[in-house]
């Protein structure tokens, strides 16, 4: 795994075109699936052909 394989909650929503409400209520919903998270707070961390994989589903935003 490469760092740029990894991107931060802030890059995936730039990716999806989505908030971050929307982000977290797709992880919740079982959409999109974080690969990790920091310190316990909601800096969640993602592995972008997850979120490539989530781009190109039809899901409705928040």
Same mark, same amino acid.
């Given at each position: 795994?490469?760092? !740029?394989d *990894?991107?931060?909650?802030? !890059?995936a929503?730039?990716l &999806? ?5 929307? *982000?977290?209520? #797709? *992880?919740?919903q079982? %959409?999109? %699936?974080? #690969?990790?998270? &920091?310190? =316990?707070?909601?800096? #969640?961390?993602? &592995?972008r052909? !997850?979120? &490539? %994989?989530?781009? =190109?589903? %039809?899901?409705?935003?928040?």
């Open positions: 795994m490469r760092p !740029e *990894i991107v931060s909650t802030q !890059e929503c730039r &999806l075109e989505i908030t971050r409400p929307t *982000i977290y209520s #797709w *992880i919740a079982g %959409k999109l %699936k974080p #690969w990790g998270q &920091l310190g =316990g707070h909601e800096a #969640w961390f993602f &592995l052909n !997850e979120v &490539l %994989k989530a781009k =190109g589903k %039809k899901y409705q935003r928040v």
